[in-house]
């Protein structure tokens, strides 16, 4: 296998620490990111050094375009090359239509889907120029058949779903595969925020395999994606979602 350069965006927790960590052993050097705020990351390091997991944090906001610039340029100071690019910071700020205002739309759009513009743009040309790259994009079994309350969420997942597959057919013929995976309801501090009552009754009913999907469950799909097997398979948007949606 030959070793390469993870990038994870929102890596030090959910599923980006679980990709992370399986990216880890199958011999790869992970950088994640984490936003400022969102927990300790030095803690964080430490705690999976102690399991054995080297990785390095870089801080960012996904959503700020120049930010994401001076990240690529600081990654490239540290002497890495970025071979894959796992797009997965994402937020949500659910609320019916009727309740959400310019604010939740704007602070999940920009997150959830300007990100992929600010974090892919940066490290497209050094994967098409050294003719392998792997680009993973979180979106949501939400961005495919829609979500009561999540309006700005689902378009913004819908969004990456088709920014996936543009970018898919541009960058084939240059060694560089870009697909989508799209979660269903996984055991993360996202999902744990839903309403118990409105998680059990409405969501966890509906869901053919009656559970909770496992972090490790998308990192295992996301880990495939990046081996050589996997080099025909682009523009995909592979559903991991317990039957809950099928297409
Ligand atoms: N379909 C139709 N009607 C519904 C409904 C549904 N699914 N859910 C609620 N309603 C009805 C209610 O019965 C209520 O009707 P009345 O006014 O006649 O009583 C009305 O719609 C208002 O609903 P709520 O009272 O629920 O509105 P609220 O403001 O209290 O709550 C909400 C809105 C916070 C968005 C809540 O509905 C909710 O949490 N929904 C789940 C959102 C969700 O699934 N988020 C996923 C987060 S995790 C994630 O996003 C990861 C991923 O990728 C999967």
């Known amino acids: ?27 790869h ?16 390091l430490e705690d999976q050094a102690a399991q054995g997991y080297r990785f ?6 996904v959503a700020d375009h120049e930010a994401c610039q001076d990240l690529a340029r600081q990654i490239e100071a540290d002497g890495h ?7 997965n910071a994402g937020i949500t700020r659910d609320a019916t239509f009727r309740k959400m205002d310019k604010g939740k739309w704007d602070d999940v759009l920009r997150t959830n889907l300007d990100s992929m513009f600010n974090m892919t743009k940066p490290f497209i040309d050094g994967m098409t120029s050294r ?36 970018l898919a057919q541009e960058v084939a013929r240059k060694g560089v595969t870009v697909n989508a995976i799209s979660p269903g309801y996984i055991a993360t501090s996202m999902v744990a925020a839903v309403d118990p009552e409105v998680l059990e009754k ?12 496992r972090p490790e469950e998308i990192a295992a799909t996301a880990a495939f994606l990046c081996t050589e ?13 317990g039957g809950l949606h099928m297409y």
């Open 1 to 27: 296998m030959t070793e390469r350069c993870a990038l994870i965006t929102g890596g030090t927790s959910g599923l980006g620490e679980a990709m992370a960590r399986r990216l880890h052993d199958a011999g």
């Open 29 to 44: 050097t992970v950088l994640v990111t984490h936003h400022a705020g969102s927990h300790n990351a030095d803690h964080w």
């Open 56 to 61: 390095r944090v870089y801080e960012v906001d």
């Open 81 to 87: 090359e970025v071979d894959i690019l796992i797009n």
């Open 131 to 166: 003719g392998w790259g792997r680009v993973i994009c979180i979106s949501s079994v939400n961005g495919t058949k829609g979500q009561f309350g999540q309006t700005n969420y689902s378009a913004a997942k819908a969004g990456i779903q088709g920014f996936t597959k543009a």
């Open 202 to 213: 409405q969501i966890v009913s509906q869901i053919p395999m009656g559970r909770l999907g």
């Open 229 to 241: 097997e996997a080099g025909y398979i682009t523009g995909a948007n592979i559903a991991v979602n």
